[in-house]
């Protein structure tokens, strides 16, 4: 019985500790996810808003004036949007797929074939989507111009990744903190309850043998 009953404490607290932390992990996933979803959101939107002063420059009057009399200014705007955070590429698209300006220069004129070119400007709804460059996985923008052109606009996932990890590795930490914490507090908690009960034991056994002398020391501030 004595056994059983230690058992049943040991199991009480292993248990407690298992739930406490497949209650963290469960907690930081999602809180993990969300964090993500939300700096995805918000890069997104950062890049929708430089898509909208692409559009905004290239194809306005003033622009066509500049083009005119500085040979090269467009290569030169598309180079220098490229560099903004987190920008892999930037293509600007007519309707038949065919490259008009890009920050990379040898795809000036090349065709791209992608469906979602005429779905974004037949709909005028920009089009966010998973792409790859290379072997690396990013999000592709196409945003839909009013001079039936598209803007592509590629951008990495590398910096949310660091975040995610950074702020994975700190939740860990403090999850393993947590538990360490409650741990010892639940073992204070249950050796204060099982230090009374085994001297209580060792009292019974001794009254068994026909030492009635034999009396159980309570210490506590209650009388």
Known sequence: MRRYSR???YT??????????VTILVTLYFSIQRERNELIKTAVSEKINLAEAIDETVFSSAWKFRVSSIPGIENLFIGQMAKA???VYIKIVGMNGAVRLSSFKNEMGQTIDDADIRKALTSQEVIVKDNFFGEEKIKLIIYPTQSNNVIFIGFSLQSIGD???RTTTQGVALGAGSLAFILLVL?????????????????????SKG???AKIDVKSRNE
């Open 187 to 207: 073992f204070f908690i249950f050796r204060s309850i099982t230090n009374p009960i085994k001297k209580i034991i060792i009292v019974c056994r001794e009254i």
């Open 163 to 165: 975040t995610i990890i």
């Open 85 to 87: 955070k987190d920008v």
């Open 7 to 9: 058992y049943s404490l």
């Open 211 to 213: 030492n009635l002398s």
């Open 12 to 21: 009480l607290l292993f248990g407690t500790l298992a739930f406490l932390g």
